[in-house]
């Protein structure tokens, strides 16, 4: 079964406006990433926070991490229609392996 | 830099015929290797991850199979596809110290 799982499943705003997407998860972990996944294309890391880590920031996007409820958020602010692209969450426990959630698919109206 | 390729783009196979896929990174050495198939609107499923040349971990039971013949190449591989073959499959790598992983521009295999 999944670890991650993303809510909303898909999410329509208007250019400017702040995306927020969150991610649950079951078990502990190691770390949560982010990716992003423009329609056909392999997936881009965003950020990665660690389990020991509760904010972290990279430009215009913000991850949060909430260990004690099992959830992550992703905010991007001041979107642009370039955001739009599916996004998903990544849990790891190891080193090197990751599980992923089911994306959420943003979209940005110009 | 480094980069990871991955060949075909795209893929048309009958049911029942054979497959290779191939992925390979330039620019790093020793790199952890993963195939990963998505499907239509889904998240992603790891297949198989590689720590090292020869040493492959499969994480579901499946008609595929992978391997690694040299430091920076994967293959994955089939010796009779099967329709539920059909998918998204990416190759990515990771540095042995780093989680995040990077990916490749996938292959859209069909299988009819």
């Not at chain 1, 905010?75 to 426990?93: E, M, P, Q």
């Not at chain 2, 990771?94 to 490749?104: E, I, N, R, V």
Request: glycine content about 8%.
């Amino acid at each position: 079964s999944q670890q991650g799982e993303e809510d909303p499943q898909a999410l329509s705003i208007q250019e400017g406006e702040n995306a927020t997407m969150n991610c649950s998860y079951k078990t502990s972990i190691n770390n949560l990433q982010w990716y992003r996944q423009n329609s056909g294309r392999g997936l881009v890391h965003l950020i990665l926070i660690r389990s020991n880590e509760r904010e972290k920031h990279s430009g215009r996007l913000r991850v949060t991490l909430d260990t004690s409820k099992k959830s992550s958020s992703l905010l991007i602010t001041a979107s642009r229609a370039a955001d739009t692209a599916s996004y998903f969450c990544a849990t790891g426990r190891s080193s090197y392996k990751l599980i992923f959630g089911s994306g959420t698919r943003l979209l940005v109206r110009p | 830099s480094q980069t990871i390729h991955q060949w075909p783009a795209t893929l048309v196979q009958p049911v029942g015929s054979p497959l290779s896929l191939e992925c390979t990174v330039e620019g790093t050495s020793n790199p952890n290797l993963y195939w990963y198939r998505q499907a239509a609107g889904r998240g992603l499923q790891l297949l198989f991850y590689s720590v090292g040349i020869g040493q492959i971990s499969s994480e579901v039971p499946q008609n595929l199979s992978a391997s690694r013949p040299q430091d920076r190449q994967f293959i994955l591989s089939s010796k009779k596809l099967l329709l539920s073959d059909s998918g998204f499959y990416l190759c990515a790598w990771s540095a042995t110290a780093s989680p995040g992983q990077y990916f490749g521009p996938g292959t859209r295999l069909t299988v009819t």
